[in-house]
């Protein structure tokens, strides 16, 4: 089974600095999707930034990217020149290939808090 | 693009009575939608799968009957609490298919939040 692991506490972060949050996943197929959600006190989930197992360079979206390093099965998402808006929560998740019909496994997530 | 709308956003009832709660893709049309559940600070717990046209497949642990989906176009799934009770309380939020987005990403709606009195 795969598992998504995001194991920092809670986070607070300076205004206008980067922040990065760890995760880390476990599967054995060489096929599959890394996603990163932002989900704000209203409880929406927010797409941020997508990564495929055999993209060559590392995605980045905006003010998003993502420090993928697959042989050591890590997906962190580095939040640049932070602002007040980012604070959330940040899940990171992963697509079963194996289990159809696109499913997502969740990790915990990460708590961030932007102080001004 | 890729916009998903739920409703209602916030839903008080009484034990014993039934609520549904619509997800709808407004831009988009999904053949797949989920339906997760979330208890506060916790992550999202996948219920179920919706196709469009079939019948859902439902994740160990939840009960057909008590969770009816039905996806009756590629647009629009709905789920129905029945005889919701106190411990059904719960945020529940959906999701649909993005098929042609890349790594079929899924997008969200802004989610339900259900108290059972």
């Known amino acids: 089974a795969q598992k998504i692991t995001q194991t920092q506490p809670g986070m607070f972060v300076q205004e206008k600095e980067a922040v990065t949050l760890d995760c880390t996943y476990d599967?054995?197929?060489?096929?599959?999707?890394l996603f990163w959600y932002k989900q704000p006190s209203s409880g929406e989930m927010i797409f941020l930034i997508y990564?495929?197992?055999?993209?060559?360079q590392n995605a980045t979206e905006g003010r998003y990217s993502l420090n993928f390093q697959k042989a050591r099965k890590s997906a962190n998402l580095v939040i640049s020149a932070s602002q007040l808006g980012d604070s959330a929560m940040y899940f990171c998740a992963m697509r079963d290939p194996k289990g159809g019909n696109n499913r997502l496994a969740f990790g915990k997530g990460n708590q961030v808090v932007v102080i001004p | 693009g890729a916009v998903v709308s739920q409703h209602p956003s916030r839903v008080i009832c009484k034990s014993g009575t039934s609520v549904k709660i619509e997800c709808r893709s407004l831009d988009f049309q999904a053949t797949t939608m989920f339906w997760y559940r979330q208890f506060p600070k916790q992550s999202l717990m996948l219920m179920a799968t919706s196709n469009e046209g079939s019948k859902a497949t439902y994740e160990q642990g939840v009960e057909k009957d008590k969770f009816l989906i039905n996806h009756a176009s590629l647009t629009l799934s709905t789920l129905t609490v029945t005889s919701a009770h106190p411990e059904d309380s719960s945020f529940y939020i959906c999701?649909?298919?993005?098929?042609?987005?890349?790594?079929?990403?899924?997008?969200f709606g802004p989610g339900t939040r259900l108290t059972v009195l």
């Open positions: 999701s649909a298919d993005g098929t042609y987005e890349p790594g079929n990403t899924q997008y």
């Open positions: 599967t054995s197929d060489p096929s599959y999707g």
């Open positions: 990564q495929g197992s055999y993209d060559q």
